[in-house]
């Protein structure tokens, strides 16, 4: 089942794995699955919970899934990148809830990051992560010419 309209009500932020447009992202989508069920250890809260990733966030390691026997659920968790079981609380899980829920955690971190700038000045995805490359190093940018 296509999320792109679900998806695309989170901003340019997150990739949609579902979507045309994922194939333009360098991240492997099935290694974040692959990761999700290397990570959830037995005393993590979705031990053996089902679930189907729909997108990532572009700007750090955030995953946005949907509970396959709750449809109507989602959680964001954030991954360590490990590639081994965790203990305590990793992955994180920054957001569950259902699609309004999501939508309010990532308004509430949008006003924090809003509010946080100095001379009230948006931040534009400042104060989160640098963009990842496939290996979740931070991207480079390219070098600047000369003006």
Known sequence: MKETSVVAEL???WCDVTADR??????????????ISTEVHPAHPFFGTALEVIAHRLTNDDVLCRHR????????????WSHRE??????????????RHIIA????????LS?????GAALSGEGRKPEQGPTGQPREEAPRRPS
């Open 22 to 35: 994922a194939e333009d992202c360098d991240l492997d989508h099935l290694a974040l699955a692959a990761e």
């Open 86 to 99: 965790e203990i305590g609380g990793c992955p994180t899980i920054d957001a569950d809830g259902e699609w």
């Open 69 to 80: 026997a709750t449809p109507s659920r989602y959680s964001i968790l954030h991954l360590t």
């Open 105 to 112: 955690y990532e308004n509430a971190v949008d006003a924090a």
């Open 115 to 119: 509010e946080s700038a100095p001379n």
């Open 11 to 13: 901003g340019d932020d």
